[in-house]
């Protein structure tokens, strides 16, 4: 069982940035970024292949967000710029059980951390 553990959140203003980490137990395969606002289901933000050589994103981050990871470290991490208020919501990290897996669902992923909370500010 993978654990995954996000940090970096917090309370920023527009235009501002953020780092969120993802640490994990142990050597992961592909893992994505996700994002819940209130009330709203969980969109799909950001995910990464095991060896980082392929990338993708939301339309709605493309250009602002970047993901990256340190397999060295067990560590995904998601750098965050021009954030916007519509940007807020808790963001999770998750990651396959198995290799060849690399999806947009979050119904496809096995392990998810706790989340953290961004809030972007007016």
């Known amino acids: 069982q993978v654990q995954l553990v996000e940090s970096g959140g917090g309370l920023v203003q527009a235009g501002d940035s953020l780092r969120l980490s993802c640490a994990a137990s142990?050597?992961?395969?592909?893992m994505g970024w996700f994002r819940q606002a209130p009330g709203k289901e969980r969109d799909f933000v950001a995910r990464?292949?095991?060896?980082?050589?392929?990338?993708d994103y939301a339309d709605s981050v493309k250009g602002r967000f970047t993901i990256s990871r340190d397999n060295a470290k067990n560590t995904v991490y998601l750098q965050m710029n021009s954030l916007k208020p519509e940007d807020t919501a808790v963001y999770y990290c998750?990651?396959?059980?198995?290799?060849?897996?690399?999806?947009?669902?979050?119904?496809?992923?096995?392990?998810w951390g706790q989340g953290t909370q961004v809030t972007v500010s007016s």
């Open positions: 998750a990651a396959h059980a198995y290799r060849g897996f690399y999806a947009r669902q979050p119904r496809l992923y096995d392990y």
């Open positions: 142990e050597r992961t395969y592909a």
């Open positions: 990464i292949n095991w060896n980082g050589d392929s990338i």
